[in-house]
Structures are given as C-alpha cells and as structure tokens.
Nanobody
C-alpha cells in the first residue's frame, strides 16, 4: 500500500506560478507512470501530465509549454511546475501512481487562479 500526499496548492494571480508536490510513502521507482490529474465541480477528472518510469513525459494540450512534470526517485516525490497560470487552470489537482495491476490516488490539492 502506497499513500500519496499532494501539497503546494493555493491562490495565485493569473500569470503566476505554483509548484505542486506529490510525496509517496514508499518507493515510486517501480511504478510504470506517475500522473497529475485535475478536476472541477461537475466535470470529469482530466489527465494533465504523465511521466513514465523511463522519464518520458506527456501533457494535455491545454497545459503544454506551461506545465512541467518531474520525478525525484530518491525523494519518492513527483512535481508539477505550473507557470503562466490561467483562471481555467483552477481545479483540485490529484496525483496518481500507476502500476500494472493497481493504481493509487492522493487526496488532492486546490489550485485557484484569480485576481
């Protein structure tokens, strides 16, 4: 059993930056992929960014060029660096660890982009 704890959310003005962290209670080295999702009320959870065990990354079109996902296996932590934030980036952001047979989710962290 792995627990994921997100942090780093908050209120930021449009154009600002935030860095989210996802700390795992165990090793993330063996997971096939680590992901960041986001969700707003009444909408489905949206995949934002993925990083594989090999370090390959992929992003939703809406965040390409603005968000960067990274992993630090030594610290069992995944990061989401968010820049040039827009009001439409407002959401609860969730971390997910995906293995072949099982996935783990964090509890989420709120990001609000507003002036």
């Amino acid at each position: 059993q792995v627990q994921l704890v997100e942090s780093g959310g908050g209120l930021v003005q449009p154009g600002g930056s935030l860095r989210l962290s996802c700390a795992a209670s165990g090793s993330i080295f063996s997971f096939n992929a680590m992901m960041w999702y986001r969700q707003t009320p009444g909408k489905q959870r949206e995949l934002v960014a993925t990083i594989t065990s090999g370090g390959s990354t992929n992003y939703a079109d809406s965040v390409k060029g603005r968000f960067t996902i990274a992993r630090d296996n030594a610290k069992n932590t995944v990061y989401l660096q968010m820049t040039s934030l827009k009001p439409e980036d407002t959401a609860v952001y969730y971390c997910k660890a995906m293995d072949t047979l099982i996935s783990y989710w964090g509890q989420g962290t709120q990001v609000t982009v507003s002036s």
